[in-house]
């Protein structure tokens, strides 16, 4: 059982507000990612850290930012939180052993932008 | 670019049968695939996963094969049970230009186990 919390798990705001969407892993993993899935459909990488102080976009464009200060904190933010970012956004944390890369995924956080 | 797509869906399968999911794959670089199952309202839980150096891997109840001429994955749920009703995804490990590990996920196939 993988320990990678994300919260909130349900976020229903209006336009232009702000918010930061949590995720915490207990297990001490150095790489961590944030996916974008809607619903029944495939995820998408928005962005991935590799380290502390180390944040890369991923493969789809968002509009979100992250931070990573400490190894086990991967925060997201949107400044201003429009209709289009409604979507599920999920956390991910992985660890390299040998050739393996197996992401660990929190429950996720669905949000509903007004 | 690269893409890892399903072939079908939803499936839906009678209980105690076994289920066959499939996956297609276009990057013949990737080295590593993994097969992740996903319930409703939770995030995508490892179920298994193979190397490109294998074609055939075990689990418990689980199979996955690797067809590297063809660029095709499956997984293989024996005596399915109404517990294994979920949304599927395969995913293919990459290496980035910074030549980092990611995964790149495909559509995702939903499996319906009729009792």
């Known amino acids: 059982e993988a320990d990678i919390y994300q919260t909130p798990r349900y976020l229903v705001i209006g336009t232009g507000k702000k918010i930061t969407l949590e995720c915490s892993q207990t297990?001490?993993?150095?790489?961590m990612y944030w996916y974008q899935q809607d619903p029944g459909m495939e995820l998408h990488l928005i962005h991935y850290?590799?380290?502390?102080?180390?944040?890369e976009k991923g493969d789809l464009s968002s509009e979100s930012t992250v931070s990573r200060i400490r190894t086990e904190h991967f925060p997201l933010t949107l400044e201003s939180a429009r209709p289009s970012h409604t979507s599920q956004y999920l956390c991910?944390?992985?660890?390299?052993?040998?050739?393996?890369?197996?992401?660990?995924f929190g429950a996720g956080t669905r949000l509903s932008v007004l | 670019g690269e893409s890892v797509g399903l072939h079908l869906p939803t499936l839906s399968v009678q209980e105690g049968d076994n289920s066959i999911i499939n996956c297609a794959y276009s990057?013949?670089?990737?080295?590593?695939f993994i097969w992740y199952k996903q319930e409703s309202g939770k995030g995508p839980q490892f179920i298994i996963d193979?190397?490109?150096?294998?074609d055939k891997r075990q689990g418990q109840r689980v199979t996955v094969l690797l067809n590297k001429t063809v660029k095709h994955l499956s997984l293989q749920i024996a005596a399915t049970q109404p517990g294994d009703s979920a949304v599927y995804f395969c995913?293919?490990?990459?290496?980035?230009?910074?030549?980092?590990?990611?995964?790149?996920f495909g559509t995702g196939t939903r499996l319906t186990i009729i009792p």
């Open positions: 193979i190397r490109s150096n294998m």
């Open positions: 995913a293919e490990s990459t290496v980035s230009n910074f030549g980092n590990e990611k995964l790149t």
């Open positions: 297990m001490g993993h150095d790489k």
């Open positions: 990057n013949s670089a990737s080295d590593y």
């Open positions: 991910a944390s992985s660890e390299r052993w040998e050739t393996k890369n197996i992401q660990y």
């Open positions: 850290s590799y380290g502390v102080n180390s944040t």
